[in-house]
Nanobody, 123 residues
Framework: VQLQACGGGLVQAGGSLRLSCTNS????????VGWFRQAPGKEREFVAA????????NYADSVKGRFTISRDSAKNTVYLQMNSLEPEDTASYYC?????????????????WGQGTLVTVSS
């Protein structure tokens, strides 16, 4: 597994960004994939996760209704559409592959991590 996350940038409050996470090494696993974020001086926190087929999703309360996670299995890519961004969303965002098929919300439930992509939301 080799994860590549991209799509971060600088956006004004109320704006949108779409993050992408691609597994450049095709695998036959059915693991869930999640997004986490970490702001300076804060612990890494769960944002969203999706099952292999996309039928199961989970979101942090802080992003419900604003963020949408989806996946294109044919492209080995998971997306995080972020709308109505707030300055509090500023962080480095990381994608990760879970240990199994379950959609989990804790970092220890994930085995492979991509590099972070920085999202900065200005007020």
């Amino acid at each position: 597994v080799q994860l590549q996350a991209c799509g971060g940038g600088l956006v004004q409050a109320g704006g949108s960004l779409r993050l992408s996470c691609t597994n450049s090494r095709r695998t036959s696993s059915n693991n869930a994939v999640g997004w986490f974020r970490q702001a300076p001086g804060k612990e890494r926190e769960f944002v969203a996760a999706i099952s292999w087929r996309g039928e199961s999703k989970n979101y942090a309360d802080s992003v419900k209704g604003r963020f949408t996670i989806s996946r294109d299995s044919a492209k080995n890519t998971v997306y995080l559409q972020m709308n109505s961004l707030e300055p509090e969303d500023t962080a480095s965002y990381y994608c990760a592959v879970a240990l199994g098929s379950a959609v989990v919300t804790t970092a220890r439930g994930y085995r492979y991590w991509g590099q972070g992509t920085l999202v900065t939301v200005s007020s």
